[in-house]
């Protein structure tokens, strides 16, 4: 009897909710393919087209794939190494990296700015002032990609802690040893292909991340994908909401590749 | 260093001082991660702490220490900001938290719903990172001055009732709209902690459901929803993208009176204004964290 009559707030809930999450996607696919009452694909079709669209999402990309591998270079090995050798230090490296999480990206990004502008203020002249100029490059940004590997962190962490918790690389790695392979060779062939999943978990996560980012790219003062819509919004106000439209589809096509993957892996080793 | 010297080599040194070498060489190794977060994270916050102590004189440009940014910033429109900025961020992550509780469990007890269960949770970690510009487009579709929904209303006479999106209530609205998805990714694995045996031994030994909650879910679920709240709250927080795309600065929130106060270039001294600003949002997001501890602690020595 209790048991039923727990299940009338579980519907509430559910429908509740699934309004709410449902009607802003549909109201945009309605409101991003009509034009003066009727049904069109023109704002979809058009978006390869749009003024600044190209420059902007290919530079997007360009930084996520930097981002990608930058953040792997760094966070891989130093794991590895934790997990194998200084398991003393993993509280210490685990807080450093969900740090990123609670601190606001703006007061990053406020502190950033503080730190470019010591080239003009201090440096002037010297090769640091030039390698702090080259940083902020307007057609690829380095600095954006160096701070998106901070922002990134959190979820690098969480991708690749959850797949080293979940192997014995000790065993792995010391057969490896003796058998003679050198530690490159480990991270490449032993290393890299049992944590595979976690791997690409990492990467698409952080290609989403960047691929979204707002705050920093605006602030900083440089063309991305997402100020580009942004900036569109004023003019053509259906492109930009079928853009956001599209952008949902991609991510959420990226997310179920992911969990297809996961399912695929833990089908094979059970 | 080469990777191939990480202390497995083969020299006869003796064991001891053969194991310290292999220890220090390890702790080199981790040189790169702990520099690269000195120079990109802890250095900008450190620089934001110093400078936001420095003014610059606006007829001779000359730099002094002082602390006339932080006093302005406690004050009048800026405090304004923060009170803001605290109460739509904790409206939202406590209303995100009751809610995303009672969708995450209602989809996990669920009979048969596994299906329900998959597509709510990759829904979830979609919408959780669907957050910043394209959500506030999605929403501006919706129920903006020309949204879809606001014109299907009008058509049948109901309107919105003083509702506007372009408010302080409109953003809290779309916050939600990230905030419960995050809330059910990071409270489903707890909630999968509880045993049934847990709430089978609780129904046999004759205690209602109330009573279950109150001695045995709940003291063990504590410490976890509290953390999942602060993350939320944290978030909310530290929006920017959504905000600036929907209210411009016409609502008071300090994410974007920092924006503001580093985009005027008429002002002197605005720069270190906005310096102050960030550095008290650091401020009162670490008061939080220490908070969170302080309670996780508690909870926990309680449970023991």
Sequence with gaps: MRRRGNGAWRVVVLAVLGLYFLIPIAASVWYSSRSNGELTAEFYTGIPSAPG??????????????????????????????????????????????????????????????????????????????????????SLPWILVLVYVVLALPFVYRALDAGIRSVDLKTLTEAARSLGASWPRVLVGVVLPVLRTSVLNAAFLTLALVLGEYTIAVILGFQTFPTWIVEIAGSQPQLSVSVSVLSLVVTWGLLLLISALDRRRAGKDS | MEPGDLGLSTSTTPRRSRGRRAGLLAALGTVPFFGYLAVFLLLPIGVLAVEAFRATDPVTYQESWSTDSIVAVTDGAYRRAYL?????????????????????????????????????????????????????????????????????????????????????????????????????????????????????????????????????????????????????????????????????????????????????????????????????????????????????????????
């Design chain 1, 53 to 138: 669209f190209a420059e902007a999402f290919g530079r997007s990309l360009t930084l996520a794939v930097l981002t990608v591998v930058i953040s792997l270079l760094l966070m891989l090995p130093t794991m590895v190494l934790i997990d194998l050798r200084l398991p003393r230090l993993r509280s210490t490296v685990e807080i450093l990296t969900l740090l990123p999480l609670v601190l606001p990206p703006i007061a990053l990004v406020v502190g950033v700015r503080s730190v470019l502008a010591w080239a003009p203020d201090y440096f002037y002249g010297t090769p640091l002032a030039d390698a702090f100029f080259a940083l902020q490059e307007p």
């Design chain 2, 84 to 304: 803001g900025s605290l109460q739509l961020s904790a409206t939202t992550a406590l209303l995100a938290a009751v809610l995303g509780l009672a969708l995450a469990v209602a989809v996990l007890q669920a009979k048969r719903g596994r299906l329900l269960r998959r597509l709510v949770l990759t829904a979830s970690g979609v919408l959780a990172n669907f957050g910043g510009i394209p959500l506030a487009f999605a929403f501006i579709a919706t129920i903006g001055t020309s949204g879809v929904v606001t014109a299907l209303l009008g058509d049948l006479g109901v309107g919105l009732g003083g509702f506007s999106l372009y408010s302080m209530t409109g953003l809290g609205l779309v916050y939600l709209y990230f905030l419960v998805p995050l809330m059910v990714l990071t409270i489903v694995p707890a909630l999968e902690g509880l045993r049934p045996q847990w709430r089978e031994a609780s129904d046999n030994l004759g205690a209602s459901s109330w009573q279950y909650w109150r001695h045995v879910g709940g003291p063990v679920l504590a410490p976890p929803v509290i953390g999942a709240t602060m993350l939320l709250f944290a978030s909310a927080f530290a929006a920017y993208a959504t905000a600036r795309a929907l209210v411009g600065s016409s609502v008071p929130l300090v994410p974007l009176q920092i924006a503001d106060a580093l985009s005027s270039n008429v002002l002197v001294g605005s720069e270190n204004l906005g310096k102050a600003l960030a550095l008290g949002m650091v401020v009162l997001v670490g008061i939080v964290m220490v908070f969170y501890t302080w309670v996780q602690r508690r909870t926990q020595r309680w449970l023991q």
